[in-house]
């Protein structure tokens, strides 16, 4: 009998444990000009994996652009939006159908330039701001941290 409780509490305990860990996911808005809200994109700005994952993408996404200028028509748009798609998923870890594409095609054009285009150049510039931010907060922590050590407070043996 005595086991069996063991066992219960054990199972028990297992399901309410978790772990939590800051994934440093967050949700941003998306608005258009005219300030509606078309969606929100959830994603980890300051993952540097991103970096990695686009590089092994890029070739692929010139691919699928090209695929379009065979002459593939309706068909081919669908197919190459929805791999642009899968590839800015894969990159930043988000659901950019839902946040950007629900209803604007990714090959829509744009003042001469794909509608895609202005979503990886906005995510681009949100991402560069974020490492920018944590950049000067870190430098911020290092300064204080070393500040002893400039003055040469440290040297002398004080603390």
Same mark, same amino acid.
């Given at each position: ?42 994603? *980890?700005?300051? *993952? ?109 043996? *004080?603390?």
């Amino acid at each position: 009998m005595n086991e069996t409780t063991n066992t219960q509490t054990t199972q028990t305990q297992q399901q309410t444990l978790s772990l939590v860990v800051d994934d440093r996911k967050i949700s941003v808005p998306v608005v258009n000009r005219s300030g509606e809200q078309i969606g929100v994109f959830s994603f *980890d700005p300051l *993952d540097i994996g991103m970096v990695e994952r686009y590089n092994e993408v890029s070739e692929k996404f010139t691919q699928a652009l090209q695929n379009i200028q065979t002459g593939g028509g309706l068909d081919a748009l669908n197919e190459a939006g929805d791999k642009i798609i899968e590839f800015l998923d894969y990159v930043t870890g988000g659901n950019s159908r839902e946040a950007f594409f629900q209803k604007v095609h990714p090959l829509s054009p744009q003042n001469g330039r794909f509608y895609c285009e202005q979503v990886f150049e906005v995510i681009g510039a949100f991402i560069r701001q974020s490492f920018e931010a944590e950049g000067a907060m870190i430098g911020k922590r290092v300064s204080e941290h070393t500040h002893g050590y400039r003055t040469g407070k440290h040297a002398k043996g *004080d603390r």
